[in-house]
């Protein structure tokens, strides 16, 4: 690791911060983001990971990355220590990661998720500005017990950027955060449409599913877990099968493994829905299976601006959502799908049905959704507005 001294000409250098390298939504965003200012501006970013994940060898190809969980267990290896640790002698050793990326060479950290602030704030000091990238809302901050952790932050944050409009609210009203110190950076898709290969993925999916071409496929993408709300996904498919409706129609969750998908599956195989419900494993390339979907359910009841919400707008797919449950109604509006009241599965349900007998509407809403996440929220319109901050603070 490089503890070489600044100089004025040299190349901004940011130390980023990640919760780990998982093919989940905050590390996704990272990683594009490190990759867009590699190529766009002379940014010299280092990486400390937390933990690991199946995407770390694509931090290491572009960054210098370091493990934190890793150099930790390398200090506190050996029978001895762990023998005083036993006798309560000596407390479990932490990296230094303020000597290895000292303030002269990385006058800029940059932390990702409201999981890294415990080592965002042991690297805050003089000549040193943190920002602090939350993705967070008041349940996934209750649940990791944060709440008084970001109230304390204002010491050592310089900057939050909020994801949506509804991340700022949360942060300046439910916690006290200077609104001046807000800045607000709509999350942006990983990856986008391929319309060379859209049909071949629409049939290859199905097939997969043994979906006919005629049926209406409503689809959601995400950790099947219950802030995504896997199990309102399940309801919405049981009462679309209930529903009168214009079309056979299937449901196609994709995201997680066969032990996180177990509970909802057990759901699916009580209510009869094995052949209309379906659940997909992760795939490296979720944006392929957009293809296959007609519209975009999102079932979430806490998502502050959803990455497969905008990948699946920029398929032209509308966007079923909560009122209240997060930024997506910011992406939604009146004119790329509809907003239903908080946890109203018959409204999500009736909202499917209508759009399954209109398809002019249909297509209108779905232009609509990938005409504003392209103007609006593409990595290359709100990249250089984490460029730009990036150099204000260095």
Sequence with gaps: MSTQPATTNDPPRV?????????????LLLLALIRWLRAHSDVIPSVVLLAGGEMETQYRELAATARHD??????NRGLGRKVLRHLGWMGLRTPDLAASYPPQGYPVVYANTIATLPVAAQLAGPGRRVVLHVHELAYTTDYYAARELLRSSVAAVDVYIAASHAVREFLATDLGIPAPRIQVIHDFPVVTADEANRERQRTALRRQLGISDEAFVVGMCGWPQWRKGVDLFVQLADHLQRSPR???CHCVWVGGDRQSQATALHDVAKLGLQRVCHFVPAVSDPAACFSAFDLFALTSREDPFSVAML?????RL???????????PELVEEDAGVVVPYLNISAMAKACVDLMGNDVVRHRLGEN?????????SLDVQGPKFLDLLRSLS
Excluded at 70 to 75: E, G, Q, S, T, V
Aim: charged content about 20%; some cysteine; proline content about 6%.
């Design 246 to 248: 214009p079309v056979a």
């Design 311 to 315: 990948e699946a707008a920029d398929h």
């Design 70 to 75: 890793l150099l930790r267990d390398a200090m």
């Design 369 to 377: 959704a990938r005409a504003k996440v392209r103007s609006r929220y």
């Design 318 to 328: 509308p966007v079923i959502c909560f009122a209240q449950a997060g930024g997506a």
């Design 15 to 27: 130390l980023f911060l990640g919760h780990d390298a998982s093919r989940t939504g905050a590390p």
